[in-house]
């Protein structure tokens, strides 16, 4: 009987726990300065990111390495690109809220774990007829390029929003901060990983094995140069576009976008319960947090 009621209190600690977690959440979504313009333009990023992608894989010259193996994998089990990218972001996503900061999960989160599939889908079916019927260099070459500047525009404005990142950035920064390594090692690492995971299971190794090139999916040059490429792009628009859309200077926090994003989990994560969040923003830093927090 002792048991069953020491299993029971807990069970309620373990929910009680989670609720007080839910409405964590709830509060960092919507604890920043204006909110509506950040989830406005995070969901208008999300549309822009899929056509990017979409660009990117009607080039043929391949796609991003997380987007490769999506690709790979749904093709390989019959599976529609965005409803496997769905899943598989649930999942991810899952074991971030598990182990992670939850400044990391947003509402911009759920945009990009269920939008950006669906939307490169879409754009990728209205443009395909027509890119087939001209599928030569002169039309290939100057997708790729309009794939990778609208895939980083998009990034950019994404990450500047500060309305969460997506379940597979998460995943990145949470590794980073459990393993004590730099994030760009990390990312570099499931960046590898997955690639690796798409040319199995597509069966893209065995090819690359025999030599046989032309069966490899989803993988080209276009992949290494969205590896070298989209850190410095992301910098370039967030400095000269987004920066100025959302009126914040990042480079008094972080030369890379994808650290402040770190930064900014940390903060919110830091802050005291009793501290009434509303009063931070996207532009706070974490002296100025500590600072308010002690007078608080």
């Not at 007829?129 to 525009?153: D, K, M, Q, S, W």
């Not at 025999?210 to 290494?224: A, E, F, L, P, R």
């Amino acid at each position: 009987m002792r048991g069953k009621q020491r299993n029971a209190r807990g069970a309620d600690r373990q929910m009680k726990k989670f609720q007080d977690e839910a409405y964590g959440y709830i509060k960092d979504m919507f604890a920043q300065h204006h909110m509506v313009k950040r989830v406005v333009l995070s969901l208008i990023s999300i549309i822009v990111m899929g056509f990017g992608i979409s660009m990117f894989s009607l080039s043929g010259f391949g796609v991003d390495p997380f987007t490769s193996m999506n690709m790979n994998i749904a093709s390989t089990i019959g599976m529609g690109f965005g409803t496997y990218q769905l899943i598989i972001n649930l999942a991810i996503l899952t074991f971030v809220i598990i182990v992670a900061h939850r400044g990391l999960v947003g509402v911009g989160t759920v945009f990009n774990m269920v939008g950006c599939g669906y939307t490169c889908e879409f754009f990728q079916s209205l443009f395909a007829p027509a890119v087939n019927e001209h599928y030569t260099y002169a039309l290939r070459v100057p997708l790729l390029i309009v794939g990778i500047i609208t895939l980083c525009f998009a990034c950019s404005l994404f990450f500047t929003a500060n309305v969460g990142v997506g379940p597979y950035d998460a995943l990145s920064f949470m590794l980073a901060r459990s393993t004590k390594f730099e994030y760009k090692w990390m990312r570099v690492a499931t960046d590898v990983t997955v690639v690796l995971v798409g040319l199995i299971v597509s069966g893209g190794a065995k090819a690359l094995l025999s030599g046989d090139i032309s069966k490899i999916k989803n993988i080209g040059i276009g992949t290494i140069i969205t590896a070298f490429c989209m850190g410095p792009l992301i910098n370039f628009f967030n400095k000269y576009v987004s920066a100025k859309i959302f009126n914040v200077d990042y480079e008094k926090i972080s030369k890379d976008v994808a650290f402040f994003m770190l930064k900014g989990a940390m903060v919110k994560n830091s802050v005291p319960n009793h501290t009434k969040r509303t009063r931070f923003n996207n532009d706070s830093t974490t002296a100025e947090v500590s600072s308010e927090s002690t007078r608080l």
